[in-house]
Structure formats: C-alpha cells, structure tokens
C-alpha cells in the first residue's frame, strides 16, 4: 500500500522589515522607482511574497509574506544581496558618490517584526504612508 502524504498544514506570516543603507546614507529617493522594480522581480524569482513597499530616504519598510520553511534571514539576506548587486551595475556612478571604497548599499542589520493579529490592510497602510 503506497503512502500518499497530504499537506493539512495552514499558516499565515507575515513580516514587517525594514532595511537601512550603509552609514544611514539619505541616497534612496533618486534611485527608489528603480529598487521597487528590481524588489518585485526578486520576489518573482523566490519563494515570498512582497505586499507592500515604501522607501524613506535612507531606509525601506516591506511587508513579506512568506512560508514557513522560508526563514525571515534568508529572504533579507537574499534582498539585500541582490538589490545591492543589481543597483550597482545599474547605478554604480551615482552609488561610487557615496560608498566609494566598497560596493556596498545596506548597513548589516535589518528589523523584524510578525505583524500578529494586526490587519494586514493596518500595516499595509503604515508602510505606504512611510517616506
């Protein structure tokens, strides 16, 4: 008799994130239309959801939905790697103004924080009124 393994399980995450750039550079408004772009083809390359955004000037509010076999570090380390990656061979003349000893773009921590049983519509309108 063969085993057929059904997945019951039911689960809803979701992160509230926030980012900062390297030595709280203010270098995000020029280039935010360009970091949203490049967060959403992140997001349709990887296993989470991103359902709001908003930039500030030297920061990034997210909110990420995710599974939970996808652990809040690896989806930060994963967005900060690439957008680092992928804004420099797109704006490495702008960002060389500011970090010009390291291609660098984000400072080593990030924030995170389950929204519990905060409506998603709640925090979804707190990030987009941030900036």
């Avoid at 399980?9 to 970091?35: A, D, G, Q, T």
């Avoid at 490049?38 to 991103?50: C, G, M, N, R």
């Avoid at 797109?90 to 929204?115: C, H, M, P, V």
């Amino acid at each position: 008799m063969e085993y057929e393994h059904k997945n019951y399980s039911k689960f809803l995450l979701m992160y509230h994130v926030i980012f900062v750039c390297k030595y709280r550079k203010r270098i995000l408004e020029p280039i935010n239309s360009e970091l949203k772009q490049t967060i959403h083809a992140i997001k349709h390359e990887s296993d989470f959801e991103i359902l709001e955004m908003e930039t500030d000037k030297d920061h990034i509010h997210l909110l990420v939905k995710s599974e939970p076999k996808v652990s809040i570090l690896a989806i930060v380390r994963k967005l900060k790697q690439e957008t680092t990656n992928r804004l420099w061979k797109t704006q490495g003349n702008y960002l060389k103004r500011f970090y010009w000893g390291e291609k660098t773009l984000w400072s080593d921590g990030y924030f995170a924080s389950t929204i519990g049983n905060v409506r998603k519509e709640t925090a979804e309108a707190y990030i987009r009124n941030q900036g």
